[in-house]
């Protein structure tokens, strides 16, 4: 597994073959070396053991190094180890493995003398606050723990928590751009994000992945990642497919970092008073995708600027009080100035080529901003009660004027030379207009109070929200095809009777205006009981939610309970079933048709939840692995039917289907590699959805040949046939998914480093603008990424090196160089469509980043 190896080997052997010619008639200086070297071991001393881990297993790889000394040793595949130090003098020990707590041990030994020093090294914990959640408590329910560290080390294109969820079993995105993601075959709205139980949410206009920016979650701020991807528990709210909880830290000293790449900086301090009682947490970040987007097809002018400031205060009142309070300002801005494109496309037979030839410019701002005041109090060690108050306001506005000229091309499919493939055909020449002046603002209050009791075998919470919400929202857009000289649409009138050749055709148009001010109520309470026993340890926890919105005037109850289950056999395995009823209540997109008008009736979605799984633990060469598989089915109705371009959806606004989703979800993890975790995640999964009154009607000729009415009006229609479509694949149908978080590194020298990210996912059904749902049953291709980092520690603990004096403050110095989409995959994100002479439209994929290189350091204080 350890790649770097044999390469080291081979210069190693041919340094001491030359070393051998070199100096082999040279006695004299033998003799004198083995003279000096008996003079320096009677000035030594030695010590030797064994390392071993809290469970008195030999832990390999253990880093040993005399604190101020060159050098050092680490432990061999039994712990055992032997390290020669000097003699007559205090020596200070530093022994550190990945993955476990560093010690230092104190001691002078004697010239010539040599002593055993057995040492135990203890794994280290999560903190959350002033909570430490183990692992045993993590198995008893639908939560999995993600080590934050490991969304720093995996080399991406976004970066941040959510390119590690992308891993994650039951995860799907097929875009390295965008942090968005769907889970169990449900969309990007259905997932429920939490900061320090705060309730996170996202810019409603944005369309792509490069006009994003950055994401709420700060991963230099993030203490603990919990993600449930099905089957979560009642304290959640009220989405239909995933819940994320995450924890920042709550700093005891000063700690400090900064990185920088071409793809951005980030900053980040933290720290405690003396006496503990007010510590601060303070992150800062740009980011700039210039230079990804600068390898796309539209060529032109990118100007992507995304800045976010997010900071923690918290004060200790007294013993039992404690003041915390979260701000978070954003400035995500992108500008583009497209020029021109060049696109191959078609198939073997008919290659196709598209130029398109741009005029105007695209301007999209979104702001953010919020603010959260939590007060704890605990009047004893079993309960908590929170107060929280939270207030989130989003600025949105895009507008872009884009007129462009695209010819249809066929290309050679046998040239002599490939490098210089010629049209040979005109297919179609078109022009387009695309016009935008879309404008939004969002306000989201919230007030919430939330308990916390331990009695007994029992864990209880309870809690109660209000919420409100003001939405203004503007909007004006429209867009125009034409092609070869006429609008698209195109009105050629009846039989016997010409179209209006003065009239325009809009292929798309909307002119809107909407505001809403609700109000939703919101309450839950749940119990976990845990159930001891020789034989087994039984959990079960159960609960309820309500909610009521006075905009819809629905009220809901959504009961859950998960059940765990561990049998006291020779394996360490765990069973659990998760059921439960989970609602999904509209929020101002899912209100919103395709015509931008407000569906005041919309009801919420509704899905039920059957999760089984186990968890199991094993060793494998003497090493700690787990092994998770769940099997779920979820039943929805009451489904809101949408449409997918990019990152942005649009609904048709009604509840107009019925669906269900069914699949299984491995995960194994575990030291691949001694002393660092790694993972990998397979999933297989269908989903689809029935429509509400869907159907076509067929045409038949009195030969009984189906006919296309409208176009073979000269044939005599006989026969009709209502047929209806049944069930079809749903946007986010991906039938199999894979996810790879893979690190190496250097046996023989630990500050050389690689992580490896590799994702695959089978093609999502598509289909063209304007037609009905029940035709987007097109694949598009597959989605194959591979990114890789390699990293030198030039600054820490193991580099065993004094420091200059500038570099003294530094932990740690890491230098990466990432090579993103290795294998150069053209992965597809969306399609453009465009039509030639004769009508036939067209789908040009719009592809995602080509193969890149990121340069990044990162600096630790």
């Excluded at 008996?38 to 053991?49: K, M, P, R, V």
């Excluded at 179209?499 to 809009?506: F, I, R, S």
């Excluded at 909407?514 to 939703?520: D, I, P, Q, V």
């Excluded at 790694?678 to 009607?697: F, G, P, V």
Aim: overall charge neutral.
């Amino acid at each position: 597994m350890h790649i770097f190896i044999s390469a080291l080997s081979k210069s190693s052997l041919g340094s001491y073959a030359h070393f051998r010619l070199r100096f082999s008639g040279k006695y004299l200086f033998l003799f004198i070396a083995l003279l000096c070297s008996l003079i320096t071991e009677a000035q030594q001393a030695s010590i030797f053991g064994k390392i071993t881990d809290e469970l008195n297993r030999p832990l390999e790889f253990v880093n040993l190094s005399i604190l101020g000394q060159s050098g050092g040793t680490s432990t061999a595949r039994d712990g055992s180890y032997s390290l020669a130090i000097p003699a007559s003098k205090p020596c200070r020990l530093v022994i550190s493995s990945l993955g476990y707590k560093s010690d230092t041990l104190k001691f002078e030994l004697s010239p010539g003398e040599k002593r055993r020093i057995d040492h135990q090294l203890n794994e280290k914990a999560v903190q959350l606050g002033s909570i430490t959640i183990e692992d045993k408590q993590l198995r008893n329910s639908n939560l999995n723990r993600l080590n934050p560290k490991a969304a720093i080390a995996l080399p991406s294109a976004g970066g941040g928590i959510e390119s590690l969820l992308k891993t994650m079993p039951g995860v799907v995105s097929n875009n390295e751009l965008s942090s968005q993601y769907s889970v169990r075959g449900g969309n990007f709205d259905e997932n429920l994000v939490y900061v320090n139980d705060i309730e996170i949410y996202r810019p409603f206009l944005v369309r792509s992945g490069q006009q994003e920016g950055l994401s709420f979650l700060n991963s230099d701020l993030v203490s603990s990642v919990l993600f449930s991807a099905g089957g979560f528990d009642a304290k959640y709210g009220d989405k239909l497919s995933s819940a994320l909880d995450i924890r920042y830290k709550h700093p005891s000293e000063f700690a400090a970092s900064a990185s920088a790449s071409l793809l951005g900086t980030n900053i980040h301090v933290e720290g405690a008073s003396d006496n503990n009682r007010f510590t601060y947490l303070a992150g800062a970040r740009y980011k700039t995708s210039q230079y990804l987007l600068n390898g796309l097809d539209t060529k032109g002018s990118y100007r992507p600027v995304f800045l976010d400031l997010q900071s923690l205060l918290t004060y200790d009142i007294n013993e039992e009080l404690e003041l915390s309070v979260l701000a978070y300002l954003s400035s995500n801005s992108y500008t583009l100035v497209p020029e021109s494109r060049e696109t191959n496309f078609g198939t073997l037979y008919q290659p196709l080529r598209l130029n398109i030839y741009f005029d105007g410019q695209e301007l999209d701002r979104y702001r953010s901003m919020m603010g959260a005041v939590t007060l704890t109090h605990k009047p004893n060690k079993n309960l908590q009660v929170k107060w929280i108050t939270s207030a989130y306001r989003s600025l949105e506005q895009e507008s872009f004027d884009i007129q462009a000229q695209y010819w249809i091309g066929l290309l050679e499919n046998q040239p002599a030379d490939y490098d210089s493939i010629e049209v040979i055909e005109t297919k179609g020449v078109g022009n387009y207009i695309n016009h935008a002046r879309n404008k939004l603002a969002m306000t989201v209050v919230n007030i919430e109070n939330r308990y916390s009791l331990n009695y007994r075998n029992s864990f209880a919470q309870w809690g109660f929200k209000y919420q409100h919400e003001f939405i203004n929202d503007k909007l004006k857009e429209w867009y125009m095809v034409d092609s070869a000289g006429y609008s698209l649409p195109y009105d050629p009138g009846t039989l016997g009777q010409s179209g209006n050749l003065d009239d325009l055709y809009l292929s798309y148009h909307v002119q809107s205006e909407a505001k809403l001010s609700t109000n939703r109520y919101t309450a839950f309470a749940q119990n976990t009981w845990d159930f001891k026993s020789d034989s087994s340890h039984l959990a079960l926890t159960a609960g309820v939610r309500f909610q009521y919105w006075d905009y819809n005037k629905q009220f809901l109850a959504s009961p859950r309970a998960t059940l765990s289950y561990k049998p006291n056999w020779k394996k360490d395995i765990l069973f659990r079933f998760s059921t439960g009823y989970y609602y999904q209540p509209p929020f101002y997109r899912e209100l919103r048709n395709l015509e931008d008008s407000i569906n005041p009736n919309l009801k919420a979605q509704k899905s039920i939840h059957f999760v089984l799984g186990s968890d199991l633990n094993f060793q494998a060469w003497d090493r700690r692995f787990k092994f998770v598989t769940e099997v779920y089915y979820k039943y929805m109705k009451d489904l809101v039917p949408y449409e997918v371009d990019n990152v942005r959806i649009r609904y048709l606004g009604i509840n107009g289907s019925k669906g269900y989703a069914a699949g299984i979800d491995m995960k194994v993890n575990g030291e691949f590699v001694k002393g660092i975790e790694s993972w990998a995640s397979l999933s297989i999964m269908k989903t689809a959805e029935d429509l509400y009154d869907d159907s076509y009607l067929e045409y038949y000729n009195p030969a009984g040949e189906l006919i296309e009415a409208g176009v073979d009006q000269d044939k005599t229609i006989k026969d009709t046939l209502t047929v209806y479509p049944g069930f079809i694949p749903r946007p986010t149908d991906q039938r199999i998914t894979f996810g790879l978080f893979f690190q190496d590194y250097l046996p023989s020298n630990p500050t050389y480093k690689m992580n490896l990210g590799a994702y695959f996912g089978s093609g999502l059904p598509t289909g063209a603008p304007f037609t009905p749902i029940y035709t987007h049953t097109h694949r598009m291709s597959q989605y194959v990424r591979v990114d890789i980092g390699l990293s030198k520690q030039l600054i820490g603990q193991a580099t065993k090196k004094p420091l200059p004096t500038f570099f003294k403050g530094f932990k740690a110095l890491w230098a990466s160089l990432e090579v993103l989409n290795l294998l150069q995959v053209s992965n597809t994100i969306s399609y453009n469509w465009v039509r030639d002479y004769n009508g036939n439209q067209y789908g040009v994929p719009n592809y995602l980043t080509p193969r890149q290189v990121n340069v990044k350091l990162i600096a630790e204080f």
